[in-house]
């Protein structure tokens, strides 16, 4: 196991970057499948999220949209409990089936306070795909669709996660150690 520091703390290696763009092909293959004949709106949360999406979306066959929303503050290692309010949605999600884009979804209150935004626009559909599941830690009561990892109750950075910042660009999974 490769050990990295992001700030003070030590990370291992936790999912490698051919187990996670093999895991994010299969959940789009599912998509394609899922979604044949229709134009899906994706809907991916800033900021954790934009390798998932862009890795997501290149394995997409079908016609969709994409769009980016701010959602969450979370500050350092535990979550801030408080969800801001969602910036950046000019879509009109009437009628049109959409899918949530997650990072990961961890006691499940970010999406869970979010969610009813979304379904008083009333979409035809709403699913959500999230990469990475503490389900563990999850007690707001979510049905998550897609999901690429359930994994254990401990912090981790890359592939888009931060850790007060960095980290991010790590093509693999790290997990605190
Ligand atoms: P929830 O509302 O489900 O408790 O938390 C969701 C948000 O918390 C995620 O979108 C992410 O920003 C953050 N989060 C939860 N667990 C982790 C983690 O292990 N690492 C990082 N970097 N962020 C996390």
Known sequence: ???I???DKSFGTYLSEVVIQK???EIAENINKD???KKPLFIAIL???FMFAADLFRHLTI???LCFIKLASYKGMKSSGKVITSIGLEEDLFDKDVIIVEDIVDTGKTLHKFL???VHQQPKSLKIAALLHKSEATTYPLTLDYIGFDIPNK???????????LGRNLKEIYQLV
Request: glycine fraction near 16%; charge should be neutral.
């Open 1 to 3: 196991m490769a050990v």
């Open 5 to 7: 520091k992001v700030h």
């Open 23 to 25: 895991r994010v092909k």
């Open 35 to 37: 979604y044949a004949g």
């Open 47 to 49: 900021n954790g999220s």
């Open 63 to 65: 016609e969709a949209e």
């Open 116 to 118: 009813p935004k979304l």
């Open 155 to 165: 912090f981790v950075v890359g592939y888009g996660l931060d850790y007060d910042g």
